[in-house]
Structure formats: structure tokens, C-alpha cells
Nanobody, 124 residues
């Protein structure tokens, strides 16, 4: 069974950093595009970053540009999202999702495997 599991969320002060990890089980991420999304309370889910299959070039949405970094480790079968310079507007549940043969950017409804999410809270 194909599964994605996110980890690394938590409580961090404004200006701080976190590293989120998306780990796959039951399949290899190598040929999948991986996207990171987030959903804040009372808001719709939005895309954050995406990395295309194999060694694809990353793509960032506006909230992530200059602050977040997406990277894949095909040997470890993981994709990470480094979050820097966090502020209260980054508070959300962060999800990773996968789609085979994907090339970023991709609309949300293209993804067919989703993780359960990890909570990121930015607060002093």
C-alpha cells in the first residue's frame, strides 16, 4: 500500500526554522513529483513547493520563495521541506503529496497519494 508520512512539525518562535520530512512506504519516490501543501485554520489548502520526478528542478509558490527549500533524497526515499524565517502566517498543517511522472508545477487535484499532515505552529 502506498503511503506518505510527514514528520518534523512542531512549535517554533517567529524567525525560527523547521525541517519537514515526507517519507514514502510501499513505493519509490524516484519517478514521482512531490508537492508540499498547507492548510491554515479557516483557509483553503494552498501549494507551497513542488519537486519534479527524478532530479527535477524545484518550484516554489510565492509564500515559500526565498525562505523554504524543497529537496529529495531518492536513496532515503524522502523529500524534505526546510522552513526558515518562519512567521505566524506560516502556521498550518503541512501535507505532502505524490503523483507519478509529475512535472512541477501541478494543480492540487493531480496528486493521488497524500500524507496525513504535520502541524507547524509559529508563536512566541
Amino acid at each position: 500500500q502506498e503511503q506518505l508520512v510527514e514528520s518534523g512539525g512542531g512549535l517554533v518562535q517567529p524567525g525560527g526554522s523547521l525541517r519537514l520530512t515526507c517519507a514514502a512506504s510501499g513505493f519509490s519516490l524516484t519517478n514521482y513529483a512531490i508537492g508540499w501543501f498547507r492548510q491554515a485554520p479557516g483557509k483553503e489548502r494552498e501549494g507551497v513547493a513542488c519537486i519534479s520526478r527524478s532530479f527535477g528542478v524545484p518550484h516554489y509558490e510565492d509564500p515559500a520563495k526565498g525562505r523554504f527549500t524543497i529537496a529529495r533524497d531518492n536513496d532515503a526515499n524522502t523529500v524534505t521541506l526546510q522552513l526558515n524565517s518562519l512567521n505566524s502566517e506560516d502556521t498550518a498543517v503541512y501535507y505532502c503529496a505524490a503523483v507519478i511522472w509529475g512535472l512541477c508545477p501541478l494543480p492540487e487535484d493531480e496528486y493521488d497519494v497524500w500524507g496525513q499532515g504535520t502541524q507547524v505552529t509559529v508563536s512566541s
